[in-house]
């Protein structure tokens, strides 16, 4: 497998063209971005961490069922992917309340929710990927009434896979998002799994460690990535 030319630059990752039209790599930056681009930093080593933590993740989702873009990791920021075609919707699963919803509705940080609430924001940056509804998806045919379906029920079962996964980490899955793509006929589940993409709060003290720590400048964010990739590799 040999490395071309490079083919997108993303807020967080770049994607590079290989010899193979179906595979390509993902390249991890430590740049990072909040409230849409509009708080911009870096953090130190954040791409090796987003990249080791997210192998291990669809290693492991991979072993339970789901199917994923992951081929191989490369090196430390570096992935080689299936070439999905991204469904152009961010599917979020929130366990506590944090974030955005706690804006939206007025709820208390770390309320418990009775189920897990499932959304979906339309990639657009320019609108600041604004949550919609399956009437949205449907009517702008963001995606057919099966792949939404599809999309759920990976959701729901990832949910239950990496709040085990993190649980054993003494870490308390609050929130994620994910990405899924269209490769060879099928939804993989696709993009990245790592603190920029989760809530993950200690059990017990309640200490964050994910991009928190960046959106809302509370220090040490380094250590906090990689006291997450230090207990993901254990
Ligand atoms: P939110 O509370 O800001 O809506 O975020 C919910 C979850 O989704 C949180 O774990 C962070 C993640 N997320 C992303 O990965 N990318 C994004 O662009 C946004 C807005 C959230
Ligand atoms: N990733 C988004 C941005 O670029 C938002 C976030 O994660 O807070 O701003």
New binding site residues.
Partial sequence: MEKRERIFEGKTKIVYRTDDPDLIIQYFKDDATAF?AAKRGTVVNKGIVNNRVSSRVFEYLGSEGIPTHYVRRLGDREMLVKKAEIVPI?V?V?NKA????CRMLGLAEGLKLNVPIF?F?YKKDDLN?PLVNEYHIRALNLASDQEVDIMKWYAARINQLMGRFFADLNLEL????LEFGRYKGEIILADEISP????LWEIGTGVKY??DRFRHDMGDVEEAYQEVLSRVEG
Avoid at 98 to 101: D, L, Q, T
Avoid at 174 to 177: P, T
Avoid at 196 to 199: E, F, M, N, P
Wanted: aromatic share 4%; net charge negative; with cysteine.
């Fill in positions: 849409n961010e979020i929130r944090a974030g955005s919803i959304e924001c990927d609050i929130d994620f998002k920029d993409t989760c809530r994910d991009k």
